[in-house]
């Protein structure tokens, strides 16, 4: 606990960094919880609230410890001490109803009012607008006609995405507690009320769970419809039963972004694991471009390869075929050649006579010269007589 300077101010938490570390996954730093009483002096039920609120908050209790671990309190348990020391009802020294003047208050005549915003703004900025740094703000105040506990709230339209989100710490309470009434609540801003701290502080800075925290300077009646006197433990209780709404809400907030991030985490792996498979998917297929390349930039050599070397040796087998062929061609054309000669010179005709009568005959052999056959005069004679003059 620390007393700051201009107004009480108690900062309740665990300091105990290592500890509040390990127990915090979800957020780096804690977040923060401002609570005041007493901004109207008579409504002295305020301060019996505040403090069954610091004695649990400082308890041993499970939702006790843990708060600590994840949240600062920023408590200010008198937000009028000048009114409380005068004796007034309402106001402040000089005759204001300080909760009326937080739009626009004066240092020198609402110097308490300064000094909350002040605190306010610290916690909230440099933050955006969005920052829920702020988890939750409650002013204390008692109520001289209405019976019960119960809140005035932010109002907001019935389609704003922090309608509902607004009014679960109310029902968390009034499950837990008779003595606290839901439909008690008002999530209003009436005229008369707009200059209240709680709609100020929800307009000016953001706070979505901005509660004017009433209960009544009478009773409470239960779900029998019987009456009961608040006395100094059921208002301390009411503090307790505010802290446990508190505990609760937070398990659910934390809860919520668990899921969120789980969700987050998730598509998160999903991305990675489609962008891994991707690039395999890529790998595989360049890798199977480079094989198809590399083949069809082998085998048409190959093929010519050996291509090329079947032509060549048809090419030198038909050549040396040719050239046989010739030769023995040749041989026997000279042999002819020789033989005619011979034969004309004998028989008295011209060579050239004979070279251009010469007759092709068949098995390349003519049959004047065949030894074998008779003259051709004997053969004319013999086949036929009747044709001889
Ligand atoms: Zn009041």
């Given amino acids: 606990m620390s007393e700051p300077k201009g107004y009480n101010l108690i900062k309740l938490s665990d300091f105990d960094e290592t500890d509040s570390r390990l127990s915090m996954p979800l957020y780096k730093r804690k977040k923060y919880v401002i609570i005041m009483a007493r901004v109207h002096p008579g409504e002295s039920n305020g301060s019996f ?5 610091i004695k649990f908050l400082c308890g041993d209790s499970h939702s006790a410890k843990e708060l600590r671990k994840r949240i600062v309190f920023k408590i200010i348990p008198m937000s009028n001490p000048d009114g409380v020391i005068a004796g007034n009802y309402r106001t402040c020294m000089c005759g204001h109803d300080l ?12 110097p308490t009012v300064v000094a909350i915003k002040q605190l306010t703004n610290e916690l909230v900025f440099p933050k955006n607008a969005d920052s829920e740094d702020v988890l939750l703000l409650v002013d204390m105040h008692g109520h001289s006609r209405k019976k019960n506990t119960f809140v005035y709230g932010p109002e907001v339209p019935l389609h704003h995405e922090k309608y509902y989100k607004i009014r679960i710490i109310p029902r968390l309470i009034a499950d837990e507690t008779s003595k606290f009434r839901y439909f008690s609540c008002k999530f209003r801003h009436e005229r008369s009320k707009l200059k209240a701290a709680r709609i ?15 209960s009544s300077m009478h009773g409470f009646f239960d779900e029998n419809n019987q009456n009961y006197e608040f006395d100094c433990s059921s208002y301390e209780e009411m503090g307790e039963h505010l802290v446990n709404g508190i505990y609760e809400y937070l398990m659910i907030i934390e809860e919520d972004e668990r899921r969120r991030r789980l969700k987050d985490l998730e598509k998160r792996k999903k991305k990675k694991l489609k962008q891994q498979l991707e690039m395999k998917a890529a790998l595989a297929v360049k890798e ?36 046989n062929v010739l030769n023995t061609e040749n041989d026997q054309t000279k042999a002819k050649r020789v033989k005619k000669k011979n034969t004309n010179s004998k028989n008295g005709t011209s060579l050239a006579v004979n070279q251009v009568t010469e007759p092709d005959y068949p098995n390349g052999q003519d049959p004047e010269n065949n030894p ?12 036929s007589p009747g044709l001889l003059p």
């Fill in 99 to 110: 909760n009326r003047r937080y739009h626009e208050p004066d240092f020198r005549l609402h």
């Fill in 372 to 383: 074998n056959e008779p003259p051709c005069s004997s053969r004319i004679t013999s086949a």
């Fill in 288 to 323: 199977a471009k480079e094989k198809a390349e590399q083949s069809n930039v082998e085998s048409p050599i190959k093929r010519t390869d050996t291509i090329r070397r079947k032509l060549t040796a048809q090419i030198s087998t038909t050549r040396e075929k040719s050239a």
């Fill in 49 to 53: 609230m505040m403090q069954g609120l």
């Fill in 200 to 214: 100020v502080m929800w307009k000016q800075f953001n706070i979505s769970n901005c509660y004017t925290y009433e």
